[in-house]
């Protein structure tokens, strides 16, 4: 079993940049492929970036590439992501998921965190 909390979302304007947080407990995170996916308003969860067990690989959507970074602190059992020149349609409910790799999303969801990008 694994637990997932994300933290730092919040309100940014068009331009800026927010990192969010995902702190993982309950399995050895150094085994675990990580993920971000989002929801916006009724719209369907979509794949955001993932990030192999080691760091050594990532894969993002292509509407993020170039804006957004996906990492980890295998020592600290979290994973981030740095979101910079962030546009309004980046606004979504964004959700940490454990154990998937690319689009295909593994079992464990964190409760997400929201990021609303508005001037």
């Known amino acids: 079993q694994v637990q997932l909390v994300e933290s730092g979302g919040g309100l940014v304007q068009p331009g800026g940049s927010l990192r969010v947080s995902c702190a993982a407990s309950?399995?050895?995170?150094?085994?675990?492929?990580m993920g971000w996916f989002r929801q916006a308003p009724g719209k369907e969860r979509e794949f955001v970036a993932t990030?192999?067990?080691?760091?050594?690989?990532?894969y993002y959507t292509e509407s993020v590439k170039g804006r957004f970074t996906i990492s980890r602190e295998n020592a600290k059992n979290t994973v981030y992501l740095q979101m910079n020149s962030l546009k309004p349609e980046d606004t979504a409910v964004y959700y940490c998921?454990?154990?998937?790799?690319?689009?295909?999303?593994?079992?464990?969801w964190g409760q997400g965190t929201q990021v609303t990008v508005s001037s």
């Open positions: 998921n454990a154990g998937g790799w690319g689009r295909s999303a593994g079992n464990y």
């Open positions: 309950g399995r050895t995170f150094s085994s675990l492929f």
């Open positions: 990030i192999s067990n080691s760091g050594g690989s990532t």
